[in-house]
Nanobody, 125 residues
Framework: QVQLVESGGGLVQAGGSLRLSCAASGRTFSSYAMGWFRRAPGKEREFVAVITWSGGNTYYVDSVKGRFTIARDIAGNTGYLQMNSLKPEDTAVYYC??????????????????WGQGTQVTVSS
Protein backbone atom coordinates (compact mmCIF):
# COMPACT_ATOMS: atom_id res chain seq x y z
CA GLN A 1 0.00 0.00 0.00
CA VAL A 2 1.20 3.49 -0.88
CA GLN A 3 -0.30 6.65 0.58
CA LEU A 4 0.06 9.88 -1.40
CA VAL A 5 -0.52 13.41 -0.14
CA GLU A 6 -0.34 16.42 -2.45
CA SER A 7 0.44 19.96 -1.39
CA GLY A 8 1.45 23.27 -2.91
CA GLY A 9 -1.71 24.25 -4.70
CA GLY A 10 -3.18 27.73 -4.47
CA LEU A 11 -4.25 30.85 -6.31
CA VAL A 12 -1.82 32.46 -8.73
CA GLN A 13 -2.04 35.04 -11.49
CA ALA A 14 -1.53 34.06 -15.11
CA GLY A 15 2.16 33.84 -15.90
CA GLY A 16 3.02 32.85 -12.36
CA SER A 17 4.47 29.64 -10.96
CA LEU A 18 3.60 26.97 -8.43
CA ARG A 19 5.36 23.83 -7.31
CA LEU A 20 3.23 20.88 -6.30
CA SER A 21 4.61 18.19 -4.03
CA CYS A 22 3.50 14.61 -3.58
CA ALA A 23 4.64 12.97 -0.36
CA ALA A 24 4.57 9.18 -0.39
CA SER A 25 4.51 6.75 2.50
CA GLY A 26 4.02 3.04 2.85
CA ARG A 27 5.72 0.68 0.46
CA THR A 28 8.91 1.63 -1.30
CA PHE A 29 7.85 4.53 -3.47
CA SER A 30 11.07 4.34 -5.44
CA SER A 31 9.83 1.25 -7.29
CA TYR A 32 6.74 3.07 -8.60
CA ALA A 33 6.31 5.36 -11.56
CA MET A 34 4.65 8.61 -10.59
CA GLY A 35 2.15 10.59 -12.58
CA TRP A 36 0.24 13.84 -12.28
CA PHE A 37 -3.33 14.26 -13.51
CA ARG A 38 -5.80 17.11 -13.27
CA ARG A 39 -9.54 17.59 -13.38
CA ALA A 40 -11.03 20.90 -14.39
CA PRO A 41 -14.65 21.72 -13.52
CA GLY A 42 -17.02 19.85 -15.78
CA LYS A 43 -14.24 17.88 -17.45
CA GLU A 44 -12.78 14.42 -17.15
CA ARG A 45 -9.51 13.68 -15.41
CA GLU A 46 -6.64 14.54 -17.73
CA PHE A 47 -3.10 13.23 -17.84
CA VAL A 48 -0.44 15.89 -17.24
CA ALA A 49 2.97 14.25 -16.76
CA VAL A 50 4.69 11.04 -15.69
CA ILE A 51 8.16 10.04 -14.53
CA THR A 52 9.60 6.54 -14.30
CA TRP A 53 10.70 5.02 -11.02
CA SER A 54 14.33 5.81 -11.81
CA GLY A 55 13.60 9.32 -12.98
CA GLY A 56 15.22 8.53 -16.29
CA ASN A 57 12.17 9.04 -18.48
CA THR A 58 9.46 11.67 -18.46
CA TYR A 59 6.45 12.36 -20.63
CA TYR A 60 4.09 15.34 -20.81
CA VAL A 61 0.79 16.22 -22.36
CA ASP A 62 1.39 18.66 -25.22
CA SER A 63 -0.41 21.54 -23.51
CA VAL A 64 2.17 21.71 -20.69
CA LYS A 65 5.38 20.91 -22.54
CA GLY A 66 8.00 23.56 -21.94
CA ARG A 67 6.08 24.97 -18.96
CA PHE A 68 5.80 22.10 -16.47
CA THR A 69 8.58 19.88 -15.13
CA ILE A 70 8.07 16.62 -13.27
CA ALA A 71 10.74 15.39 -10.89
CA ARG A 72 11.20 13.08 -7.95
CA ASP A 73 13.40 12.77 -4.91
CA ILE A 74 13.64 9.03 -4.46
CA ALA A 75 15.48 9.23 -1.15
CA GLY A 76 12.88 11.63 0.19
CA ASN A 77 9.91 9.69 -1.16
CA THR A 78 8.59 12.86 -2.75
CA GLY A 79 7.51 13.82 -6.22
CA TYR A 80 7.17 17.30 -7.67
CA LEU A 81 5.45 19.16 -10.46
CA GLN A 82 6.99 22.55 -11.17
CA MET A 83 4.49 24.66 -13.07
CA ASN A 84 5.66 27.84 -14.78
CA SER A 85 3.94 30.31 -17.10
CA LEU A 86 0.59 29.23 -15.74
CA LYS A 87 -2.55 29.93 -17.75
CA PRO A 88 -6.19 30.18 -16.67
CA GLU A 89 -6.85 26.91 -18.51
CA ASP A 90 -4.47 25.17 -16.08
CA THR A 91 -7.05 25.71 -13.34
CA ALA A 92 -7.99 22.30 -11.93
CA VAL A 93 -7.63 19.91 -9.05
CA TYR A 94 -4.26 18.22 -9.45
CA TYR A 95 -3.70 14.63 -8.38
CA CYS A 96 -0.55 12.58 -8.05
CA UNK A 97 -0.66 8.87 -8.66
CA UNK A 98 1.67 5.89 -8.42
CA UNK A 99 1.92 2.64 -10.31
CA UNK A 100 4.19 -0.35 -10.73
CA UNK A 101 3.00 -0.65 -14.30
CA UNK A 102 5.91 -0.39 -16.70
CA UNK A 103 4.01 0.25 -19.95
CA UNK A 104 5.32 3.74 -20.38
CA UNK A 105 4.10 6.45 -20.98
CA UNK A 106 1.28 5.58 -18.58
CA UNK A 107 -1.19 8.27 -19.58
CA UNK A 108 -4.51 6.75 -18.51
CA UNK A 109 -5.90 6.80 -14.96
CA UNK A 110 -6.68 3.09 -14.90
CA UNK A 111 -2.98 2.29 -15.25
CA UNK A 112 -2.38 3.67 -11.76
CA UNK A 113 -2.83 1.87 -8.46
CA UNK A 114 -2.70 4.67 -5.88
CA TRP A 115 -3.99 8.24 -5.81
CA GLY A 116 -3.70 11.27 -3.62
CA GLN A 117 -6.65 13.38 -2.52
CA GLY A 118 -5.84 16.28 -4.86
CA THR A 119 -4.82 19.90 -4.49
CA GLN A 120 -6.60 22.87 -6.06
CA VAL A 121 -4.74 25.11 -8.50
CA THR A 122 -6.50 28.28 -9.59
CA VAL A 123 -4.98 30.62 -12.17
CA SER A 124 -6.58 34.03 -12.50
CA SER A 125 -6.45 36.06 -15.70
Amino acid sequence: QVQLVESGGGLVQAGGSLRLSCAASGRTFSSYAMGWFRRAPGKEREFVAVITWSGGNTYYVDSVKGRFTIARDIAGNTGYLQMNSLKPEDTAVYYCAATRNVRFPLTTPRQYDYWGQGTQVTVSS
